[in-house]
Nanobody
């Protein structure tokens, strides 16, 4: 993977939905995994969702049941569908690549996109 580029962020109201997309430049190997993280002002980058090459998915408890991560092989992208958004979901969202297949730790991701801002008003 050479680079990642997120898109789809914006300003929405509580309860609305957004779909983020992470365009992958290059090739993912079967040993690689992709993840979505977010970072709010003054806070650490936190895990949101991840997907293995096999398609197995993992979610943070705070988004389980509301967010869905999926790989779009036609677009060579990984999307994050976010439903029932809350003000607490406000953050810059980043996608990343890990060589470990799956991880919830930002330090284990070696390629990151530039981020896309999601703002949820109450």
């Amino acid at each position: 993977v050479q680079s990642l580029a997120e898109s789809g962020g914006g300003l929405v109201q509580a309860g609305d939905s957004l779909r983020l997309s992470c365009a992958i430049s290059g090739r993912l190997l079967s040993s690689h995994g992709m993840g979505w993280f977010r970072q709010a002002p003054g806070k650490e980058r936190e895990f949101v969702a991840a997907i293995r090459w096999s398609g197995q998915r993992y979610y943070a408890d705070s988004v389980k049941g509301r967010f869905t991560i999926a790989r779009d092989n036609n677009k060579n992208a990984v999307d994050l569908q976010m439903n029932s958004l809350k003000p607490d979901d406000t953050a810059v969202y980043y996608c990343g690549r890990t060589r470990r297949g799956y991880s919830t730790l930002p330090a284990e991701y070696d390629v990151w996109g530039q981020g896309t801002q999601v703002t949820v008003s109450s």
